[in-house]
Antibody, heavy 119, light 101 residues
Framework: QLLESGGGLVQPGGSLRLSCAAS????????MSWVRQAPGKGLEWVSG????????YYADSVKGRFSISRDNSKNTLYLQMKSLRAEDTAVYYC??????????????WGQGTMVTVSS | DIQLTQSPSFLSASVGDRVTITCRAS??????LAWYQQKPGKAPKLLIY???TLQSGVPSRFSGSGSGTEGTLTISSLQPEDFATYYC????FGPGTKVDV
């Protein structure tokens, strides 16, 4: 199971940290990603991290503003978001890869947490 | 970065129809192409991975095929619960195909 938290309303230029608590599987064995969906739009992969946490990857749209990390001792994934823009408004899902690589298929998803960037 | 396109973007169908959705990629995606189903207000659900492997628990009316830079998702006989939006993915996602009545 994946359970996201930390979403909410934030002003443009602000920061927010999302968390995703994992259970029911060996967390450190699998890559994890964040995927977002703006209202009425399609899915956008945002960022991914390998099981060990050594390698991280970002979409160009968030590179330099978002930072993904994980704490394998707490079975928790994080997304630190800075310099938020209106176009970052979306439901943010955490997703588990079916393998250790970020390029695996996402076989488990959280319920999503809404992030709204507005003044 | 891999770019994915899907066709059609919208598909009008009826229960019992055979439905095929195509995904085209800017690079070879054979080993990593996945397909998801998403219903309104819900998280996506994995249907197919590695282009043609059916995810556990997914009905056998769903199938995937393809190689190189193209993949297809086929629903052999559309059921009422299959009306949804479908996405292909290889890290990044295609734009989606809405299957509606």
């Amino acid at each position: 199971q994946l359970l996201e938290s930390g979403g909410g309303l934030v002003q443009p230029g602000g920061s927010l940290r999302l968390s995703c608590a994992a259970s029911g599987f060996t967390f450190s064995s699998y890559a994890m990603s964040w995927v977002r969906q703006a209202p009425g739009k399609g899915l956008e992969w945002v960022s991914g991290i390998t099981g060990s946490g050594v390698s991280t990857y970002y979409a160009d749209s968030v590179k330099g503003r978002f930072s993904i990390s994980r704490d394998n001792s707490k079975n928790t994934l994080y997304l630190q978001m800075k310099s938020l823009r209106a176009e970052d408004t979306a439901v943010y899902y955490c997703a588990k890869s079916d393998v250790a690589m970020v390029t695996g298929a996402f076989d488990m998803w959280g319920q999503g947490t809404m992030v709204t960037v507005s003044s | 970065d891999i770019q994915l396109t899907q066709s059609p973007s919208f598909l009008s169908a009826s229960v019992g129809d055979r439905v095929t959705i195509t995904c085209r990629a800017s690079q070879d995606v054979t080993n990593y192409l996945a397909w998801y189903q998403q219903k309104p207000g819900k998280a996506p659900k994995l249907l197919i991975y590695a282009a043609s492997t059916l995810q556990s628990g997914v009905p056998s009316r769903f199938s995937g095929s393809g190689s190189g830079t193209e993949g297809t998702l086929t629903i052999s006989s559309l059921q009422p619960e299959d009306f949804a939006t479908y996405y292909c993915q290889q890290l990044t996602f295609g734009p989606g195909t809405k299957v509606d009545v």
